[in-house]
């Protein structure tokens, strides 16, 4: 419980708008008015789309060979996604945030949560503030919504980016109880944060079709008819604050890398080369937490739209002990797909998992586990990665990984990782079509 005499919490949500298209605009400055969307993985579908390309009528999740023919007439540019550059831009927004707020919390690649409770400034200026320092910082445009709970601030965020009244930023604090109230009327229920379309459907048949109504109605019979998750939220409309800051980030319960294949693969060599990718891959992300894996998981599919019956196999082994060395795991998958492969089938998709997860510290280890020297495979790990990250992802890998990697996710569209390769920097007097 908070003390009375402690000031009542404010929290503020900065979200970049259409993070990455945003992202693909920032080294383009000839695009800052042209259409965009990227693609998702094998430049299958369309998951970001500017305010432009919305006007235009094309749909969020729509294949994009049902609607390039008409996207290209009308001056749309397409890219395919570039993770690596959304995750360099991502972290620079975050650590810019920073400067502006004792404690954050990371709620996605393009939100952060930021606690501005006994701050004696005024609100909305300071979010003016913080909007147009992380467009300088970073050249991505941004929203604020502040409110007196998480639920609030982030309505306040997504009344920010829709009415272009508040300028970006929005602050329920500073508003009266009626003009607050008066706003809430106004938005469907759906736009509340947790409030999803099942909940929104049961909550319009009982006549609570808009915010306000959902503000005001009683919290027990909320709790007896949709739980306690939904009291919640209504307490939190009404400025009681009942999620707090979540800085520390939860170890994960399991890691995994997988992607569909730019082309199907059929022969046991290239499942070899893909298993052993994703491998590596997982592991890499393993030490980044500093967690060990007691089993591997893996599974392999051909297409549920092809013309052939479905196929598709997984298996999971434990280890003898607790690993994050890339060398046994990848042994591990392999096994595992000697065992599941089988020919004259047109895969389509590979993946490994590494399951039940335990830190590095305190872990048991097995008397008849792995028996090479524990330090020396560290050392090996912790030199490798690091010539990874200088040199760029996957630059020293296994030989079972292989080199062409005909496999791999198609990106045609992919523009220049211009934030993580020295080899794709712009150059001083680069220009671009105007």
């Not at 009626?178 to 009982?206: I, P």
Request: with cysteine; hydrophobic share 40%.
């Amino acid at each position: 419980m908070r003390s009375t005499s402690s000031p009542r919490p404010v929290f503020a949500l900065a979200d970049v708008n259409s993070m990455y298209c945003s992202c693909e605009r920032a080294f383009r400055p000839d695009l800052h008015k042209t259409p965009i969307v990227v693609l998702s993985n094998n430049d299958g579908c369309v998951i970001a789309q500017t305010k432009e390309v919305k006007a235009l009528g094309i749909e969020m999740a729509q294949p994009w060979f049902e609607v390039e023919k008409q996207a290209r007439a009308i001056g749309v540019v397409a890219f395919s996604s570039n993770y690596e550059m959304y995750a360099s831009f991502s972290n620079r927004f975050v650590e810019t945030l920073r400067h502006f707020a004792p404690r954050i919390e990371v709620y996605s690649i393009d939100e952060c949560f930021m606690d501005l409770t006994g701050l004696k400034l005024d609100l909305e200026e300071y979010g003016r503030k913080i909007k147009d320092t992380v467009l300088e910082w970073t050249s991505l445009p941004i929203c604020v919504g502040i409110g007196h709970s998480k639920t609030l601030a982030k309505l306040a965020n997504k009344v920010a980016k829709k009415q272009e009244r508040f300028g970006g930023v929005c602050d329920f604090t500073s508003m009266s109880e009626a003009e607050l109230d008066a706003l809430l009327e106004k938005l469907d229920v759906d736009k509340v944060w947790g409030v999803g379309r099942r909940y929104a459907e049961r909550l319009n048949s009982l006549g609570v079709r808009n915010v306000l109504r959902l503000k005001r109605a009683n919290p027990r019979r909320v709790r007896d008819e949709f739980g306690v998750v939904l009291m919640r939220t209504v307490q939190e409309l009404n400025g009681i604050a009942c999620h707090e800051l979540t800085e520390e980030i939860e170890p994960s319960k399991q890691v995994m890398s997988s992607r569909s294949f730019g082309q199907r693969v059929s022969s046991l060599q290239g499942l070899r080369e893909a298993i052993s990718f994703h491998a590596a891959t997982a592991t890499a992300r393993l030490r980044e937490q500093r967690l060990y894996a007691q089993a591997v998981h893996c599974f392999i599919q051909n297409s549920p739209f092809d013309e052939r019956p479905y196929f598709g196999r997984s298996l999971t082994i434990a280890l003898p002990s607790p690993t994050n060395d890339t060398f046994k795991v990848t042994e591990a998958a392999l096994m595992l797909l000697e065992r599941m492969y089988a020919p004259k089938v047109y895969y389509q998709k590979a993946g490994v998992m590494l399951m039940e997860l335990v830190p590095v510290a305190g872990q048991q280890m097995d008397l008849l586990g792995y028996s090479d020297d524990a330090g020396k495979a560290e050392s090996l790990m912790t030199a490798i990665d690091k010539i990874n990250e200088r040199y760029g992802r996957h630059t020293v890998r296994l030989a079972s990984q292989g080199y062409r990697n005909d496999w791999a996710m198609r990106r045609e569209l992919k523009s220049r990782n211009y934030t993580a390769d020295w080899n794709e920097l712009p150059t001083i007097g680069e220009r671009f079509a105007l």
